[in-house]
């Protein structure tokens, strides 16, 4: 008997490929996307046709034309020039504040799992109350409390997210301690 190396490697057919597509076809479209502003926000000085925040009082409220493509605000400042060098601190304040809030998020749920007793009810109690308020309203309340600024708006936005994860955290935690090797493993004195 002999095997084809033909029937091996069968290139993709349609169907798999709109199957494919259909199942990754939104993550790859949402990474792109990201990717995309990503480059502006780097690429942002070289792609702005005018610095962020000069101001041209005799240029106020333009509507779009060729020289302001997006028009210009109550300050004469170019609205397109400012989209480009926002996205910087949008970005870095939306991953950093998913990226902290998983990181906590996690710590906090991980730590729950393991303790158990006291330290379980009490964290979670600590994750029930800060979910039990409305999430933008009280970003809201951090920040007004807080101030104006990007590292206070992080942090109200940190608050928000971290006990999602938390939860997330502490229910996969526990399944993975009521696995059988984990119990083999403590048994063992590990």
Same mark, same amino acid.
């Given at each position: 008997m002999s095997i084809s190396t033909t029937s091996l490697a069968l290139p993709p057919t349609r169907s798999r490929l709109r199957r494919r597509l259909r199942r990754y076809g939104p993550a790859w479209l949402g990474g792109g996307i990201v990717l995309a502003w990503v480059v502006v926000a780097l690429l942002a000085p070289w792609l702005a046709p005018y610095p962020p925040d000069a101001v041209d009082v005799t240029s106020r409220l333009l509507p779009p034309s060729a020289a302001h493509w997006m028009g210009t605000d109550t300050l004469g400042r170019d609205v397109f020039s400012r989209l480009l060098y926002g996205a910087r601190l949008s970005l870095f304040a939306g991953f950093s504040v998913v990226l902290l809030g998983a990181a906590l998020g996690t710590l906090v749920g991980i730590v729950a799992a393991w303790a158990r007793g006291i330290w379980d009810e009490g964290l979670m109690r600590l994750t029930d109350l800060v979910l039990c308020f409305p999430p933008i309203i009280l970003a809201l309340a951090i920040a007004a409390a807080l101030g104006i600024g990007p590292v206070n708006t992080i942090l109200a936005m940190l608050v928000v997210w971290w006990p999602k994860f !938390? *939860? &997330? #955290? *502490? !229910?996969? !935690? &526990?399944?993975? *301690?009521?696995?059988?090797?984990?119990? #083999? !493993?403590?048994? &063992?004195?590990l």
């Open positions: !938390a *939860r &997330l #955290a *502490r !229910a996969l !935690a &526990l399944v993975q *301690r009521s696995q059988e090797y984990v119990e #083999a !493993a403590i048994v &063992l004195g």
